[in-house]
């Protein structure tokens, strides 16, 4: 059974920072591209980033020059490190892994930014 377990959520204050974490456990078959989601209450999920298995990365507008996506292929393991984190990046963060043959979704992780 694969699983996806994100940590690292928490409270903070603005301007503060989080690291949160994604272990992949389970599959037979390598991780391709992985990322980062967040999903705030009455809006759509929207991509925070991704980084793929070459080490290329993706970032959303919104968090460019602020939050830092990286991995460890060989634990599954991807990570972001969230500087200078503002309220409205208030959320609940999954983590996302894509195999050749599907994608798969961690549990969800609640990030809380106060002002």
């Known amino acids: 059974q694969v699983q996806l377990v994100e940590s690292g959520g928490g409270l903070v204050q603005s301007g503060g920072s989080l690291r949160l974490s994604c272990a992949a456990s389970g599959s037979m078959f390598s991780f391709n591209a992985m990322g980062w989601y967040r999903q705030a209450p009455g809006k759509q999920r929207e991509l925070v980033a991704s980084?793929?298995?070459?080490?290329?990365?993706n970032y959303g507008d919104s968090v460019k020059g602020r939050f830092t996506i990286s991995r460890e292929n060989a634990k599954n393991t991807v990570y972001l490190q969230m500087n200078s984190l503002k309220p409205e990046d208030t959320a609940v963060y999954y983590c996302?892994?894509?195999?050749?043959?599907?994608?798969?979704w961690g549990q969800g992780t609640q990030v809380t930014v106060s002002s």
């Open positions: 996302r892994g894509n195999t050749i043959f599907r994608e798969y």
């Open positions: 980084v793929s298995s070459g080490g290329g990365t």
